[in-house]
T-cell receptor, first 117, second 111 residues
Framework: DVKVTQSSRYLVKRTGEKVFLECVQD?????MFWYRQDPGLGLRLIYF???????EKGDIPEGYSVSREKKERFSLILESASTNQTSMYLC????????????????FGPGTRLTVT | DAKTTQPPSMDCAEGRAANLPCNHS???????VYWYRQIHSQGPQYIIH???NNETNEMASLIITEDRKSSTLILPHATLRDTAVYYC????????????FGKGTTLSVSS
């Protein structure tokens, strides 16, 4: 079974702190994603990566950066945490696929609930 | 990506079939329909996807209308553990891109 793990289930940080959220997958997936989920807003994409050292901005990248130094690991960094970054953060991974018959199935981790005070 | 419309909530009795509708009237020819669900406090889980033919797997069935403007996810015998938010997503199956999740349908299964 594919496994996507996230470093913490719950995290409390202070405003202005630098925060690292780690995600590791064990299926040799090329693609990895970071989302945040807020009540009433669904899931929103922050960043994604389709290869080591490659990254693309999602819909809401402001205030975040990412790092993909190894294929299995994708880190989300909050350079200076703010209270509006209090949220549930979800990591996902998938194969890149090819052609029209691609099964674009994403595997999600359990999420990290971050509270910034 | 085509926009999808789902009812915000639905109820279902345990053991009965749950039919979750999704409208995607602006879907284009190369876009697939995907369904995911999210049980409380867990990450989303892939259920099923299809292009134009009906699909079935061990979790659910997906019925897509002939004009592809709407679809229905069917859980044939809902259980309490199927209580979750169900997301219908329409997009191309393209490498290096992400899924866009809307607000979904909250399905409540009761005994």
């Amino acid at each position: 079974d594919v496994k996507v793990t996230q470093s913490s289930r719950y995290l409390v940080k202070r405003t202005g702190e630098k925060v690292f959220l780690e995600c590791v997958q064990d299926m040799d997936h090329e693609n990895m994603f970071w989302y945040r989920q807020d009540p009433g807003l669904g899931l929103r994409l922050i960043y994604f990566s389709y290869d080591v050292k490659m990254k693309e901005k999602g819909d809401i990248p402001e205030g975040y950066s990412v790092s993909r130094e190894k294929k299995e690991r994708f880190s989300l960094i909050l350079e200076s945490a703010s209270t509006n970054q209090t949220s549930m953060y979800l990591c996902a991974s998938s194969f890149p696929g090819s052609g029209r018959e691609t099964n674009y199935e994403q595997y999600f981790g359990p999420g990290t609930r971050l509270t910034v005070t | 990506d085509a926009k999808t419309t789902q009812p915000p909530s639905m109820d279902c009795a345990e053991g009965r079939a749950a039919n979750l509708p999704c409208n995607h009237s602006t879907i284009s020819g190369n876009e697939y329909v995907y369904w995911y669900r999210q049980i409380h406090s867990q990450g989303p889980q892939y259920i099923i996807h299809g292009l134009k033919n009906n699909e079935t797997n061990e979790m659910a069935s997906l019925i897509i209308t002939e004009d592809r403007k709407s679809s229905t996810l069917i859980l044939p015998h809902a259980t309490l553990r199927d209580t979750a938010v169900y997301y219908c997503i329409v997009r191309v199956a393209q490498a290096g891109t992400a899924l866009i999740f809307g607000k979904g349908t909250t399905l409540s299964v009761s005994s």
